[in-house]
């Protein structure tokens, strides 16, 4: 395998990353060109294949991680699924649904409304729910079946293997998603449509990516 060395130096970067990062980050925090680390990307993507090894390389949001293969993770979930489930902040869901509502809005416009008292959601806290994620998302593809037929759009879901479940309104999580999907479905062509999670350390997103034009929300953790 060439750059055996740079390839080893990339795989350290992702291990002790604790959310995913870009060729540029990865470039940057090496000091390799983005060029050598595309290749040791591709290096990593090989080795990974090999059935003696329990992890993979996959883009989520925009980065690459490392995550367990699905078949060990269908084993160990039960046991490690529990600690990487999220709870969204009342801030959280105040700006996600200010996000949803006024795309594209600024950081500080998102600031000045919440700063004013402007709560766009009208979701009292009885309604916040253990969501599965991956249940979720499925319906809220078929919800957007005639959307995604309309523009030869094909769903996919590359969800976050660490987390199973998020504590959130039900309606706000679905605001999100349409919200996301109302900028995207315009200008996108026919093609791939994945719906992506992450669960970071401070934070919890949720992206559109069609066909490599991604829209993502991050959602601080309480």
Request: charge should be negative.
């Given at each position: 395998m060439e750059l055996e060395k740079e390839t080893a130096l990339v795989e350290t970067?992702?291990?002790?990353?604790?959310?995913?990062?870009?060729?540029?980050?990865i470039a940057s925090?090496?000091?390799?060109?983005?060029?050598?680390?595309?290749?040791?990307?591709?290096?990593?993507k090989e080795k990974y294949k090999a059935e003696a090894t329990g992890i993979e390389l996959e883009m989520i949001t925009g980065g690459w991680t490392l995550v367990p293969k699905t078949e060990y993770w269908e084993q160990l979930k039960e046991r490690y699924g529990e600690k990487n489930s999220g709870k969204l902040s009342k801030s959280a869901i105040e700006t996600l649904s200010i996000i949803a509502y006024s795309q594209p809005v600024t950081r500080g416009e998102?600031?000045?409304?919440?700063?004013?008292?402007?709560i766009l959601h009208t979701t009292s806290p009885k309604e916040y729910h253990t969501l599965n994620i991956q249940d979720f998302a499925i319906q809220w593809i078929r919800e957007h079946e005639a959307d995604f037929a309309g523009k030869q759009l094909t769903p996919r879901l590359h969800l976050d293997p660490f987390v199973s479940e998020i504590t959130i309104?039900?309606?706000?999580?679905?605001?999100?998603?349409?919200?996301?999907?109302?900028?995207?479905?315009?200008?996108?062509?026919?093609?791939?449509?994945?719906i992506k999670s992450h669960l970071g350390c401070h934070h919890f997103s949720l992206s559109l990516d069609i066909n490599g034009t991604v829209n993502e929300l991050r959602i601080p953790l309480r």
């Open positions: 970067i992702l291990f002790l990353e604790s959310e995913p990062v870009n060729e540029k980050v925090v090496s000091q390799l060109s983005i060029e050598v680390v595309q290749k040791c990307i591709e290096n990593l998102i600031e000045s409304i919440r700063g004013v008292g402007i309104s039900p309606n706000d999580l679905r605001t999100m998603l349409d919200g996301i999907l109302k900028v995207l479905l315009p200008i996108s062509q026919p093609g791939i449509i994945r």
